[in-house]
């Protein structure tokens, strides 16, 4: 079975990015994927100092482990100033090419205004640098604060059938280049 982990970097207590990773994994998971979101809100990890290992920090190994053991990968990130949250880069830093490499990756961008693709292209550099590969659907809600209802629902059919489109797409994707079913 195809085992996908998410992980959203913001740390906001009410984030929209939070919302579109919960319906990504959503989409992802009713296609018989095993899903599972790592909740950067409920971690304690460092700054990333290059270390080797963070003994002091058992949430880094829980990091790595998690990533390690999965097929492929969700990452959504809020743009701040043009690029992605310091919160998705610094997570990213503190692993390596042990947890990346390979995994297939699907991108998600939240930000507040018009929607562009700064902060996905920064995550794709990144993913590419590690050896992982991004699927080409990718998903940018601008205005994000108008994109959902009060229940976390989306409001837009026309990007509701974008996520359909961008989960059948990671799981296909994963299937064939990690060779599971």
């Keep these: ?67 390690g053991n999965s097929d492929g990968l969700i990452l959504a990130t809020p743009e701040y100033h043009g690029g992605v949250s310091g919160v998705i880069k610094n997570t990213l830093d503190l692993m390596s090419f042990e947890q990346l490499s390979g995994k297939v990756t699907g991108l998600v961008s939240i930000l507040g205004g018009q929607s562009n693709s700064n902060a996905l292209n920064d995550l794709r550099i990144i993913m590419r640098w590690v050896h992982g590969w991004v699927i080409p659907e990718q998903i940018t809600i601008g205005q994000a604060y108008s994109a959902f209802s009060p229940e976390g629902k989306l409001l837009d059919e026309k990007l509701s059938q974008r996520f359909d489109q961008f989960a059948q797409s990671l799981v296909d994707n994963t299937r064939k280049l990690r060779k599971v079913n």
């Design 1 to 67: 079975m195809v085992k996908i982990v998410g992980i959203g970097g913001s740390l906001r207590p009410s984030s929209y990015t939070q919302l579109g990773l919960q319906v990504a994994a959503q989409r992802v998971a009713a296609l018989g994927t095993e899903v599972e979101i790592l909740d950067l809100r409920q971690m304690q990890l460092p700054f990333c100092t290059g270390a080797k290992e963070y003994p002091e920090y058992p949430d880094v190994q829980r990091l790595r482990d998690t990533v």
